[in-house]
């Protein structure tokens, strides 16, 4: 019996030093697509549109270098045909932008990674995308707030986009 709950308790050990080592789980985004991109359906003037490089595919966060903006934001599932399926209750967006490193990470639950984020007090529009879709983020990133919030997953194994806009991300203060 001491033998069998050693082998569980070490079970339980190994699995959470795995996930404590890989924080980002094995859902990242190791992908980047360019404004280029054929598929895009974003009809932003060009000015509008910023271009991300796969540099790397998971920012580093651990330094003092980042800034975290949270809220609400409204989500929606729609087909490719634009037809609504269903709205959902406001859902918990969290955006921690790497001001040195230029890069983002949306997490509504699961995180998405963008590089190349303009801090310029202007919209930009990112693209992004892995085995598992594409992302189009648009935000202007201002000094206490994210404005202008839209974040889109199109689902490959679903043909579904899911929408989350809202108007404002609050900065979240350091203590």
Known sequence: MKIKIFLIIMIILF?????????????????NVTKNNADSDNTSSKNDISSSENKTSEPNFEDDGYVEFRGKAK??????????LTEFDPENVYVDIN???KSAVVNIPTPFYFNNIKLDNSKHTYYSSDYRGKYTLTMKVE??????????IFDKSE?????YETDRLYKLQKN
């Open 15 to 31: 699995a959470a030093s795995c996930t404590k080592n890989n924080p980002a789980n094995p859902l990242q985004n190791t992908d």
């Open 75 to 84: 989500s929606i599932a729609k087909k490719l045909d634009g037809t609504e």
């Open 99 to 101: 001001e040195k490193d």
């Open 143 to 152: 000094n206490d707030s994210i404005t202008e919030f839209q974040f889109i």
């Open 159 to 163: 043909n579904i986009k899911y929408y």
